[in-house]
């Protein structure tokens, strides 16, 4: 399998009510198609064979042997076809009638699943013995992370991470959506995927009506729905990550599956095999995932309102008079200002006591300047400006090095006279010095140890890069501030990101580019959230970057700024080890305290073995 990848299917069928043949042909239409797709899991409505709504005609003989005929007819089909396949159909076990699932895979039928506890026996259906429980699970040899089991209604904590829901629930105003909360809810509790599928319309009989709903869901979210109402039979299909969820139920140490009756001698459930298969991955893999699912504007505000709350909280506990910020006219102190404005004005307390101080530098641009002093003038704080190129000269002088020389001690003096101007600065007002770094620059060391790595309280620190340019950008149209504070904040955004530390061209222009020196931060950012939030392969997120990029950047680019971050983050441990604290906003945190632990002298020479390899 590749990278972990599972395809599930939902199949739902065009059925005729107590016509066993007409349906199975359906079925087994649908089973080919779903070959054809690489499908490998599928599941069918409850009841599939006969229909769900035969009520007491399910007491008839002849429903019941042609329910069985047809059962052993799609058993002999699936050989040599890839999909696990479960189908509903009534059995009669133990003097009663049972709705039950089916479970078959390459020619073989392996246990059936009644929808009510009975007690686990073996039966005898279609000509074969298998398990008859409600609690059976099935492991696939060939893919070992992948284990499924069927949902009716009872099973507790499933240790499965596949659930197949078999149904027939009646379309209602509103049903949909609680069909598909109920999918969400069940595969975020289990850290699960889940897959629901209903009868369609062909049962639609009497009084009730039936809309063939299909869902597949993965940890809280919906990947794949079916057109409801359908007329004819109909696929749905998309690839679900049982490694993330594998990943997902280690990270919680809470988890604990549920008994299952595996009828083998190692209890790890009834075996299956899947053959090896490459195919396109069949899913959307967003290319910003610090940023989940729903409007941007309700993350971006969640956001800010975390780091303002944790700003309030700083500043009241340590009694601060004032609140201390160098703003540089960029997207990350722009954001700070923004923040600790907020939380003054929460705490009813005068934006004066915030000072904000411009420290232009060799590589300074006028721009830069410009918006800077006007984010200040418009935010209504107090603001200084404090040059600090004769002091980087006097300490060239005093250390003996040739400021015509700019490399990493002539860019790295000047981020350490800034920092020591702001500490001496709180020191002189009663203040805290308020950080700007961001959380992609802690995971690329891309700060000055002893400079910018430095601060009293970083409110930016549980943000990455791509976020903080989403929210100032969510806070350049929003209506709590004036025309002139958003304009220039639009402008801030269109300014190239770079540190500034370089002389300027002749034309003023600032010689750096942050991204062309360490690759684009969409890419670090997507990087950096599946190394550390699943400690996924070089490979598979190689293979995810891909799919997320596919129209941006080739492979070559992926993998070339891969190498990059991987050396870049290995090498920074040691600055995280020490970072100040700071409000964690998202999933991932690297900080030292509460989120990331990794020694300091740690070798990434796998990694990059594994790169060189693709």
């Not at 399910?58 to 479960?86: C, K, M, N, W």
């Not at 006219?329 to 954001?335: F, I, P, Q």
Request: a negative charge; proline letters at 6%.
């Amino acid at each position: 399998m590749q990278h972990g990848f599972v395809r599930i299917g939902v199949g739902i069928p065009r059925v005729t009510i107590a016509d066993c043949e007409k349906n199975l042909a359906e079925v087994k239409a649908l089973v080919t198609q779903a070959d054809t797709a690489g499908v490998d899991v599928l599941v069918f409505p409850e009841l599939t064979i006969t229909g769900s709504t035969c009520g007491d005609l399910f007491y008839q003989s002849t429903l019941l042997t042609a329910a069985e005929i047809a059962l052993a007819d799609l058993i002999t089909h699936t050989a040599g076809l890839r999909p696990f396949v479960a189908v509903g159909l009534p059995v009669v076990a133990d003097a009663k009638v049972w709705t039950c699932a089916a479970v078959i895979s390459d020619g073989q039928l392996l246990g059936v699943v009644p929808n009510e506890q009975p007690s686990a026996i073996d039966i005898t259906l279609a000509g074969e013995t298998v398990p008859f429980s409600p609690m059976l699970r099935f492991a696939c040899q060939t893919v070992p992370a992948l284990t499924i089991g069927i949902d009716n209604g009872d099973v507790g904590e499933p240790g499965a991470i596949v659930m197949l829901h078999l149904a027939a629930d009646p379309a209602q105003i509103g049903s949909a959506q609680a069909r598909k909360n109920m999918a969400a809810q069940r595969s975020a509790h289990w850290t699960a995927a889940y897959a629901y599928a209903g009868v369609g319309i062909g049962e639609s009989t009497t009084d009730a009506v039936y809309a063939g709903h299909g869902l597949i869901a993965e940890h809280g979210h919906i990947l794949s729905e079916t057109e409801r109402f359908g007329v004819n039979s109909r696929l749905s299909y998309c690839d679900i990550d049982v490694e993330l969820l594998q990943k997902e139920r280690l990270r919680h140490s809470s988890y604990t599956p549920g008994p299952t009756y595996a009828y083998t001698s190692d209890g790890g459930g009834i075996p299956f095999n899947l053959p090896p298969i490459t195919r396109p991955l069949v899913r959307m893999v967003d290319p910003a995932p610090f940023l989940p699912p729903g409007p941007v504007g309700e993350h971006c505000r969640e956001a800010f309102a975390i780091q303002t709350a944790a700003l309030i909280q700083r500043l009241e506990v340590s009694k601060s008079k004032t609140a201390v910020l160098g703003v540089s006219g960029g997207l990350d102190s722009a954001l700070a200002l923004l923040v600790t404005a907020n939380a003054y004005d929460a705490m009813g307390r005068d934006k004066s006591d915030i000072l904000a101080v411009t420290m232009p530098g060799f590589g300074t641009t006028d721009r830069t300047r410009t918006n800077a002093k006007s984010l200040m003038t418009q935010l209504g704080v107090t603001q200084r400006e404090i040059p600090i190129k004769a002091a980087c000269l006097q300490h060239f002088e005093a250390i003996g090095h040739d400021p015509t020389i700019h490399d990493v001690t002539y860019e790295n003096a000047q981020a350490r006279e800034r920092t020591q101007i702001l500490m001496d600065l709180a020191n002189q007002t009663g203040g805290l010095v308020i950080g700007s770094g961001n959380l992609s620059e802690l995971a690329l060391g891309f700060t000055t140890y002893g400079g910018d790595h430095l601060s009293m309280y970083a409110v930016n620190i549980g943000i990455p890069k791509t976020l903080v340019r989403k929210m100032v950008a969510w806070l350049a149209i929003s209506d709590r501030y004036p025309s002139a504070l958003r304009d220039t904040l639009q402008d801030i955004l269109e300014t190239p990101v770079s540190p500034e530390l370089l002389p300027i061209s002749d034309a003023g222009i600032s010689q750096q580019e942050t991204e062309s020196l360490i690759g684009p931060y969409a890419l670090h950012d997507f990087f950096l959230y599946y190394v550390v939030r699943y400690g996924f392969s070089p490979a598979k997120i190689v293979y995810l970057a891909e799919a997320a990029f596919s129209d941006v950047y080739s492979r070559a680019h992926i993998v070339n700024w891969l190498e990059v971050f991987y050396r870049r983050f290995f090498a920074g441990q040691f600055k995280r080890s020490c970072s100040p604290d700071g409000p964690q906003v998202g999933s991932v945190s690297l900080s030292p305290r509460n989120g990331w632990h990794m020694p300091s002298d740690a070798a990434c020479t796998a990694w990059l073995r594994e790169l060189t390899d693709l």
